[in-house]
């Protein structure tokens, strides 16, 4: 069906082979997430998302196609002077969106304003969603943030939080006829998955399939994460991302929330660096709120003392360069390969 491009597990952009049985599979499943919430031919969603990213393909075009809903494409959400005029005076019921999408709107005293009063979802995926950037959401909107969980490997729904719960964190729960397992040390390591939305492989690249998917099916997925005992799906950080410090694994995730809780700080990206000593050691590039003019020699110190007050050691970032913004895709995603 599709020929979808990643930069997939590995880094390199790849053609994903996506059949009609992977996407036909994966719209089963999110319909069976949300067919006790949505009324068919009543629901208006909102797309503030490119619909050649697999995100907004399945979850926001076929899914609301398969519902009878109504699509509002927002062609280019970074106008959001022409986001908001487009959406003012429609009830919708729906939204999806990243992380640093939801955090601009929510700056925005217009967005603010709008009525919320319709809205039953907001649907979080294709990055880790800030816990303060949820909270912000349910205090203006009065709806809990949904936090999804997948890959363009996957069609890519792998797993889902229950509509309208508290923010605790997960990716949700796996959907229906999906399988995880774990490989790693214990209860936390890289994350397999095997369902009937796992890709065919990539196109024209059997080497680098090989390296991915099994003979089984079974796909790995570049994630590093567990499952708790409710059965939430918790995903900690990109394998490629763990910093190992004197054979420690710091995850750069755990750093990025914690320096993020300072404030005055907009963005931070958590990304290693060599070092003679650990073998690598965490480095911090933090962009201040507004590109404030606060003196950085006071901020370095405020994020060293209350790094050591939160974290381990070991997991403290010994360098912090800040930066006027953080690089990112069209998505939104920040690209720390750009950063090292």
């Not at 990243?98 to 649907?123: E, G, R």
């Not at 492989?201 to 399939?209: A, F, I, L, P």
Request: proline share 3%.
């Amino acid at each position: 069906a599709f020929l979808q491009f990643t930069g997939g597990t590995t880094g390199e952009p790849k053609a994903v082979m996506l059949s009609h049985f992977n996407i036909l599979a994966n719209l089963d499943q999110c319909y069976e997430w949300v067919k006790d919430v949505f009324i068919h031919d009543q629901e208006i969603v909102v797309t503030p998302l490119p619909l050649y990213h697999i995100f907004a393909l399945v979850a926001n075009l076929l899914l609301f196609i398969k519902i009878g809903g109504l699509n509002i494409l927002i062609t280019n959400p970074r106008d959001l002077n022409s986001f908001i005029k487009s959406i003012k005076n429609i009830k919708f019921n729906v939204i999806s969106g990243v992380n640093t999408l939801y955090k601009i709107l929510l700056n925005n005293d217009k967005f603010k304003n709008l009525d919320f009063s319709s809205l039953t979802l907001a649907i979080a995926g294709g990055m880790k969603l800030d816990k303060n950037i949820a909270d912000k959401w349910k205090k203006i909107t009065g709806v809990y943030m949904t936090q999804g969980y997948g890959l363009t490997e996957t069609s890519p729904v792998i797993s889902i939080c229950p509509v309208n719960e508290k923010f605790n964190g997960s990716a949700g729960k796996l959907l229906k006829n999906t399988k995880m397992k774990i490989l790693g040390n214990k209860k936390k390591g890289e994350i397999l998955i095997k369902g009937p939305q796992v890709m065919q492989g990539y196109w024209k690249n059997q080497e680098t399939t090989n390296k991915v998917l099994d003979k089984n099916g079974w796909l790995k997925t570049g994630d590093y994460g567990y499952l708790d005992k409710h059965g939430y799906l918790y995903i900690l950080d990109r394998v490629k991302d763990i910093i190992i410090v004197s054979g420690f694994n710091v995850c750069a995730s755990e750093v990025e929330e914690v320096i993020l809780e300072i404030k005055g700080i907009s963005e931070v990206a958590v990304t290693r660096i060599s070092d003679k000593d650990s073998g690598e050691v965490v480095c911090a590039h933090v962009v201040l709120e507004n590109n404030s003019k606060t003196n950085r020699d006071l901020m370095k110190s405020k994020i060293h003392k209350y790094t050591y007050e939160k974290l381990a050691a070991y997991k403290t970032p010994k360098k912090i360069v800040f930066h006027k913004d953080l690089p990112k895709s069209n998505l939104g995603k920040v690209l720390k390969k750009d950063l090292k």
